[in-house]
Nanobody, 119 residues
Framework: VQLVESGGGRVQPGGSLRLSCVASGSGNIFSTYDMAWYRQNPGKKRELVAGITSGGRTNYKDSVKGRFTISRDRAKNTMYLQMNSLKPEDTAVYYC????????????WGQGTQVTVSS
């Protein structure tokens, strides 16, 4: 499985960005793997931002609830993170993650995309 993120950039507080994660590999990835977006700042632990299970259940970090939306398009093998009302504390490198460990498979990370929220 390969994961490639895009859509990061610099935006002013209150602005929006949409991150994309294109997944490639054998089989129907979104039917097999639970997927998630994580973020990390230098010197800090990587933290879960939002997740979507293979069955479609979603969960969010408390601080992004109501502002971020995770979704996926099976036909395009793409997962999205719509981020609205961005705050400076949302600044981080955002990573796409595929988790197959619950099935005895591997897990995979994308290379990350930088999101900077600053005036």
């Amino acid at each position: 499985v390969q994961l490639v993120e895009s859509g990061g950039g610099r935006v002013q507080p209150g602005g929006s960005l949409r991150l994309s994660c294109v997944a490639s590999g054998s089989g129907n990835i979104f039917s097999t793997y639970d997927m998630a977006w994580y973020r990390q700042n230098p010197g800090k632990k990587r933290e879960l931002v939002a997740g979507i299970t293979s069955g479609g259940r979603t969960n969010y970090k408390d601080s992004v609830k109501g502002r971020f939306t995770i979704s996926r398009d099976r036909a395009k093998n793409t997962m999205y993170l719509q981020m609205n009302s961005l705050k400076p504390e949302d600044t981080a490198v955002y990573y796409c993650y595929a988790d197959g460990t619950w099935l005895g498979l591997s897990d995979y990370w994308g290379q990350g995309t930088q999101v900077t929220v600053s005036s």
